[in-house]
């Protein structure tokens, strides 16, 4: 029932961009590593053309995602609809951190609404696209985004957590450093 496509086809960017919330996962090399599976809401997801996607990473209590695509790069997203036809997507590909230092933030943050806490832009270039049935996902009714997250943000304030980041995102739960580790060391 899995279906391989060669890029993200237009009907597959129209199914991403109604998901309401995605899954990212990524893993260190180390067999004694921790492999990350991360859920994402609000509206941080953009597909950039049909093999990149990238998606607003807000500051959170780790940052796996980050140290693992600094030491290999691999990331997979994976969509599952929660309503309507069954479907589950996944996009198999090679990411990198993008920070407010870097060259490219401007141009790539101009994509994302401006939401506080906002840590970083993951980006990634997609090297498989793959569906199946999705028909072990129950279907279910999103109510509302919970307000929590960008509520903390905006509560503690930027100068607050930018020093919270760089005592606690700058390196994984298995020691590996993250690209704010990295950025830091410059």
């Known amino acids: 029932m899995a279906k391989t496509f060669d890029a993200i086809t237009p009907e597959l960017r129209d199914f991403i961009e109604r998901q309401p919330v995605l899954f ?16 994402k809401g609000y509206d941080t997801l953009r597909v950039l053309d049909e093999r990149r996607v990238a998606y607003l990473d807000l500051t959170g209590s780790g940052n796996e995602t980050s140290a693992h695509l600094l030491e290999n790069g691999r990331i997979t997203f994976m969509f599952c609809a929660f309503d309507g036809t069954a479907r589950t997507l996944r996009l198999y590909g090679r990411g990198t951190t993008v920070l407010p230092s870097d060259a490219s933030w401007g141009e790539l943050s101009a994509h994302f609404p401006a ?4 840590r970083q832009i993951i980006v990634a270039e997609v ?8 028909y072990g996902v129950p279907e279910m009714a999103l109510v509302r985004e919970r307000p929590t997250l960008l509520k903390y943000a905006e509560r503690h304030g930027e100068e607050a957590l930018a020093a919270a980041r760089r005592t606690r995102n700058v390196r994984s739960i298995d020691g590996l450093p993250t690209a704010l580790g990295a950025d830091a060391e410059r």
């Open 24 to 39: 990212v996962a990524s893993a260190p090399l180390s067999a004694e590593g921790h492999v990350n599976l991360s859920p």
């Open 115 to 118: 939401l506080p806490g906002t």
């Open 127 to 134: 090297t498989r696209v793959q569906t199946s049935c999705g």
